[in-house]
């Protein structure tokens, strides 16, 4: 596929040379806020005139300087944060100015407070249910926000270059959208695989227009090679959306024993992937409207979380999925507990379901490979197919 496709090949590279960008950018005075998650509100920082980057958290290679401080049973995103960060070997780390952070789960909210000692922490108290009030009282820490981004970088943030950012943020998931969807065609051109490296490495990139048009360009190729019956997958290779928690370059263990013994994964329902895609809707109010698109993302760390069900919905028959794999990193309770509640959902609807509760260590390799192997074997047994 690489040969065959340019600007995949230009992508693999965006995190090496966004490295370089991003000192650049530093050396010429802009400011840089490091993001850990999708909860985020990176309108503000791009208003702010500022460059919102993704920070490392996918390797197991820091993990054990992490684990001088933190318990070895946290779960393994949070531990290889938090590793990056005190082996200063993640350069967005090190050239952020400020961190923006979130309480989604209790692990990272303890581990932004260690943080805190290394760089400059904005911590933003996000409301785990869906209701008015909620809503309200994200509108509040979105206006705090903004009071510390202007106090901290001295711009205003005005009401036009607000508007401009959220038109430049929605292109960049219409764009993304874009290429995600192109793996609804059948077969897939691209492996979930390599959809993984563009998805990880587009996170790190300093000119966000610049990443627009990369992506479509990408998007273009691949349509192209559809057209053409180009796919590293047959007809009836089993299609597996994958949901759970993230996945990045360095944490895509299971991503890789699933097309390695014989599936495809289509989709990544995760805050990675879909999730990621959805826009802001202006509205009367535009900070309220930012508001409310973030409040939407379907997040476990959410009570209830009835979105997720119907984001899977919608994702399996888009993408004409043939099973679904809940990825379920240990430590992540939040996860773990709604792996029931989805399990018991795509059974109802007869959609094949297996959930996987793993690390970033390669120990459990065989065993998750035969796993993965009997459950793709059931679904092409279901399909009538021989392999």
């Given at each position: 596929?690489?040969?065959?496709?340019?600007?995949?090949?230009?992508?693999?590279?965006?995190?090496?040379?966004?490295a370089?960008?991003?000192?650049?950018?530093?050396?010429?005075?802009?400011?840089?806020?490091?993001?850990?998650?999708?909860f985020?509100?990176?309108?503000?920082?791009?208003?702010?005139?500022?460059?919102?980057?993704?920070?490392?958290?996918?390797?197991?290679?820091p993990i054990?300087?992490?684990?001088?401080?933190?318990?070895?049973?946290?779960?393994?995103?949070?531990?290889?944060?938090?590793?990056?960060?005190?082996?200063?070997?993640?350069?967005?780390?090190?050239?952020?100015?400020l961190?923006?952070?979130?309480?989604?789960?209790?692990?990272?909210?303890?581990?932004?407070?260690?943080?805190?000692e290394?760089?400059?922490?904005?911590?933003?108290?996000?409301?785990?249910?869906?209701?008015?009030?909620?809503?309200?009282?994200?509108?509040?820490?979105?206006?705090?926000?903004?009071?510390?981004?202007e106090?901290?970088?001295?711009?205003?943030?005005?009401?036009?270059?607000?508007?401009?950012?959220?038109?430049?943020?929605?292109?960049?998931?219409?764009?993304?959208?874009?290429?995600?969807?192109?793996?609804?065609?059948?077969?897939?051109?691209?492996?979930?695989?390599?959809?993984?490296?563009?998805?990880?490495?587009?996170?790190?990139?300093?000119?966000?227009?610049?990443?627009?048009?990369?992506?479509d360009?990408?998007?273009?190729?691949?349509?192209?090679?559809?057209?053409?019956?180009?796919?590293?997958?047959?007809?009836?290779?089993?299609r597996?959306?994958?949901?759970?928690?993230?996945?990045?370059?360095?944490?895509?263990?299971?991503?890789?024993?699933?097309?390695?013994?014989?599936?495809?994964?289509?989709?990544?329902?995760?805050?990675?992937?879909?999730k990621?895609?959805?826009?802001?809707?202006?509205?009367?109010?535009?900070?309220?409207?930012?508001?409310?698109?973030?409040?939407?993302?379907?997040?476990?760390?959410?009570?209830?979380?009835s979105?997720?069900?119907?984001?899977?919905?919608?994702?399996?028959?888009?993408?004409?999925?043939?099973?679904?794999?809940?990825?379920?990193?240990?430590?992540?309770?939040?996860?773990?507990?709604?792996?029931?509640?989805?399990?018991?959902?795509?059974?109802?609807?007869?959609?094949?379901?297996?959930?996987?509760?793993?690390?970033?260590?390669?120990?459990?390799?065989?065993?998750?490979?035969?796993?993965?192997?009997?459950?793709?074997?059931?679904?092409?047994?279901?399909?009538?197919?021989?392999?």
């Amino acid at each position: 596929m690489t040969a065959v496709c340019a600007a995949l090949t230009e992508v693999g590279s965006l995190r090496e040379r966004n490295a370089i960008a991003v000192k650049v950018a530093k050396d010429r005075g802009r400011k840089v806020v490091g993001t850990y998650c999708l909860f985020s509100p990176v309108e503000l920082i791009v208003a702010a005139g500022a460059i919102p980057v993704s920070l490392c958290g996918t390797s197991a290679t820091p993990i054990p300087a992490a684990e001088k401080v933190l318990p070895r049973s946290l779960c393994p995103l949070i531990k290889s944060s938090y590793g990056f960060a005190v082996t200063d070997t993640c350069p967005f780390f090190h050239f952020s100015d400020l961190l923006l952070a979130e309480t989604t789960c209790d692990g990272k909210k303890k581990m932004y407070e260690l943080l805190g000692e290394l760089k400059p922490v904005h911590l933003m108290q996000l409301p785990q249910v869906k209701d008015e009030a909620a809503l309200d009282y994200w509108v509040l820490e979105l206006k705090r926000l903004i009071t510390r981004l202007e106090q901290t970088f001295e711009v205003e943030i005005t009401p036009e270059k607000l508007a401009a950012a959220v038109l430049l943020i929605n292109e960049e998931r219409r764009s993304l959208k874009r290429l995600q969807d192109v793996l609804k065609r059948k077969p897939a051109p691209i492996s979930g695989l390599d959809l993984l490296g563009v998805l990880h490495n587009r996170g790190f990139t300093v000119d966000k227009r610049e990443a627009i048009d990369l992506i479509d360009r990408l998007t273009r190729e691949l349509t192209d090679l559809s057209d053409q019956g180009v796919s590293p997958f047959r007809a009836d290779t089993p299609r597996i959306v994958l949901t759970g928690g993230p996945v990045g370059l360095g944490s895509e263990k299971v991503v890789r024993l699933i097309e390695e013994v014989g599936g495809s994964v289509v989709c990544f329902e995760s805050c990675g992937g879909y999730k990621k895609v959805d826009p802001v809707v202006p509205g009367n109010d535009l900070l309220r409207s930012i508001a409310e698109r973030y409040l939407r993302v379907p997040c476990s760390c959410m009570s209830p979380n009835s979105g997720r069900l119907l984001l899977l919905d919608e994702l399996v028959r888009e993408f004409q999925a043939d099973g679904v794999i809940d990825l379920t990193w240990q430590g992540c309770h939040t996860y773990n507990v709604e792996s029931f509640t989805v399990k018991r959902h795509l059974e109802a609807a007869q959609v094949p379901f297996l959930q996987i509760e793993t690390d970033y260590s390669e120990f459990d390799t065989e065993q998750l490979k035969v796993r993965i192997e009997a459950f793709l074997e059931m679904i092409d047994a279901g399909k009538g197919v021989r392999r």
